[in-house]
């Protein structure tokens, strides 16, 4: 069938959105996927090494030609910025690592051959079985160690999955910590918004438009002023300190700042508006001849809400409660400027370890699981509420 | 009313008061402490002056960032405008399964951490060298406000009724003539809609301007940020002044077209309210 000359315009004028967006998210998150499995550090570092240990069952030591390719590969790397990249990798698989391979690359002038025992007498860790299974796991073209160490397991040199050792056992707390306060959160939103909704709804056309604007000035603001707002009031000697103060409910300034409360009241301030919005507009297009059925048949109003008026207006408060727990679980600014060492959540990880270890690999696997879990949310969104789409919020 | 109903109903509204001055306070607090005499964010301010004013408009950095800030915007809301209402006409006039394939498709920035995009795009970047330029931050800040123009422009279209473009046929005018003299017309509201969520988008946006942009391309929320973390100065106060009122600014603009939106379909298509 031909191509009708009105779909060949419609291809036309959808194809340069579709390139950017391909070219410039979907590529980019794909790389990240790569990042978060890829293992390329082993093999183009060491090639002559890694060809080497092809044949080599993993049993007892190596030949001599790994000993003398890991020896001329270290040292040649030194000369350029590769054995920065392929130590730091390779130290993240095990402690004392990056020590092992500098010390070796500047070594290469005392070492002669027999390689083997040159090597070990450097240090003994050469004569480890368990070094050379590393070394031959990690030649290999992908890792599953990123993923597996954001699920807090590892890997042992045999190459089995097993419970990382209890000081790298932080992930899994992260995504709960994450979790709970996502939950907190969601919860607060829904309980503080669901009764300013339902006001709302219920006042004068003239007064209720005075009270979105008041939603809506905030909704408007960025997330970073609103935060800064937060971080300048709840600061020791600030306004909050200050007014608390005042009325003589504190003698001495209470410590907000850079603890869990200040991610809460900061997080709910930010993400309230997206309950109260949908929330409205479900309340306000609500049908009120149901609740008057309901009274005419006797029901008391506890039971007219109950009912009738919170199955009804249910779907906004799956909608808007959705939406807030799936913004919350990517929190980043909010909690990294108002919040202590003990309230971040997945996402400043990613950044810490983007930006501060030069471990991609770590961030990327770490992206994936909120990535994943987020995907998750929008599958149990789309089931719960019919239509859900992230930009019914929108002002 | 029953005499509880009506405690239930002043209780109701006194508690919407308090939430409503809960979510206003944070903003307006931050007026009079950048237009503090003194050193220190605190209130009562000591006096009232101008001079942090003054410390943004002569910082060099303050004024860089506000001039990207601008660039980034303008330029995000031209690219993401253009693309995204392209898209939108195609995705109405063409006839073809796997229409709400391709929104969600482009609309998938929206519902992705911004945290991913923004280290997806830095190790992307990484290879094609558009880290620490403006370009790379504006295509960023493109693919994340692109969403927003696709779906209110889309939403536009819904009320456009395609007779309109069969009748400009039928009096002769080519396609062309009449995309520019009945559609456009029609569906301006909604692509100005667009553009002010693709700038408001981009002039508020952090996260993928913490990674991307190097200190030559700072935004204002970069600036911000970085002051935040460095030494908390009355400057940020007056930076978080100006985009509060830029914010609204963008809210009346909104605003403003949304009514007019209302009333062009309203007048174009009297019979359907919908």
């Not at chain 2, 009079?32 to 220190?40: D, H, I, K, N, Y």
Request: net charge positive; aromatic share 10%; with cysteine.
């Amino acid at each position: 069938m031909a191509i009708s000359r009105n779909n060949l315009l419609a291809a036309g004028l959808i194809a340069p959105l579709f390139v950017v967006v391909v070219a410039s998210f979907i590529v980019p998150l794909l790389v990240t996927l790569y990042t978060a499995i890829g293992n390329p550090e082993v093999r183009q570092t060491l090639p002559l090494t890694t060809g080497a240990l092809r044949d080599w069952n993993g049993e007892g030591l190596p030949p001599e030609a790994a000993f003398a390719a890991v020896i001329a590969e270290l040292a040649q790397a030194q000369e350029g910025q590769a054995i920065g990249q392929l130590s730091r990798r390779l130290n993240f698989e095990q402690t004392g690592l990056r020590t092992l391979l500098l010390k070796t690359a500047r070594a290469k002038e005392t070492l002669a051959a027999p390689y083997r025992e040159s090597l070990v007498a450097l240090d003994t860790r050469w004569g480890d079985t368990e070094l050379w299974q590393l070394l031959k796991r990690n030649t290999g073209t992908l890792t599953p160690l990123f993923l597996l160490r954001s699920l807090d397991l590892t890997l042992t040199p045999a190459g089995s999955v097993a419970q990382a050792p209890k000081e790298d056992a932080v992930f899994l707390p992260l995504f709960a910590r994450t979790f709970v306060i996502s939950f907190w959160v969601t919860v607060l939103c829904v309980v503080i918004g669901y009764p300013v909704a339902y006001t709302l709804s219920t006042l004068s056309q003239r007064a209720a438009n005075i009270g979105m604007a008041l939603v809506l000035v905030p909704f408007w603001t960025s997330i970073l002023v609103r935060t800064t707002a937060w971080f300048i009031l709840l600061q020791r000697e600030g306004p909050v300190n200050a007014l608390l103060r005042g009325l003589s409910i504190v003698d001495e300034p209470v410590t907000m700042i850079f603890t869990r409360f200040a991610v809460y009241v900061a997080m709910v301030h930010v993400l309230l508006p997206f309950v109260v919005l949908p929330l409205y507009s479900v309340m306000k297009g609500l049908d009120p001849v149901y609740l008057r059925a309901a009274a005419s048949l006797g029901a008391p109003p506890w039971q007219r809400f109950l009912r009738v008026y919170l199955p009804m207006t249910m779907p906004g408060v799956a909608a808007g409660g959705l939406m807030v727990f799936m913004l919350s679980v990517g929190f980043y600014i909010t909690p990294a400027l108002v919040g202590g060492p003990n309230d971040q959540m997945v996402s400043y990880f990613i950044a810490f370890f983007t930006n501060q270890t030069i471990n991609w690999g770590m961030a990327a696997a770490l992206a994936c699981l909120l990535l994943l879990m987020t995907g998750i949310l929008v599958g149990v969104a789309r089931l719960v509420v019919p239509g859900f789409r992230l930009g019914s919020v929108s002002p | 009313m029953n005499p509880q109903g009506r405690g239930l109903a002043l209780f109701l509204r006194t508690f919407t008061a308090i939430v409503l001055v809960f979510l206003m306070a944070p903003i307006v607090v931050v007026f009079p402490l950048s237009f503090s005499s003194g050193e220190l964010l605190t209130l009562p301010t000591p006096g009232y002056s101008l001079r942090w004013y003054d410390d943004f408009f002569s910082s060099s950095k303050w004024l860089l960032a506000t001039r990207n800030s601008f660039v980034v915007g303008i330029a995000t809301a031209i690219l993401a405008t253009t693309l995204g209402t392209l898209a939108a006409l195609g995705i109405f006039l063409g006839r073809f399964r796997g229409k709400a394939f391709i929104v969600a498709l482009m609309s998938t920035p929206m519902v992705v951490p911004v945290v991913v995009t923004a280290i997806a795009m830095y190790f992307a970047f990484s290879f094609v060298g558009l880290n620490n330029t403006l370009t790379g931050l504006v295509v960023a800040h493109t693919v994340l406000s692109v969403p927003y123009v696709l779906i209110t422009v889309l939403a536009t279209l819904q009320t456009f009724d395609r007779n309109l473009l069969k009748a400009a046929a039928t009096l002769g005018a080519p396609p062309h003539v009449a995309f520019r003299r009945v559609l456009l017309p029609l569906i301006a509201p909604g692509v100005a809609t667009g553009a002010l969520f693709a700038f408001a988008t981009s002039f508020d946006e952090l996260v993928v301007a913490i990674f991307v942009a190097g200190p030559q391309q700072f935004t204002l929320p970069r600036q911000m940020y970085a002051g935040l973390r460095e030494f908390l100065s009355p400057t940020i106060a007056s930076a978080a002044v100006l985009l509060i009122v830029c914010s609204l600014a963008l809210l009346a603009a909104n605003e403003y077209f949304r009514a007019r939106g209302k009333a062009r379909t309203a007048a174009a298509d009297p019979a359907e309210p919908n």
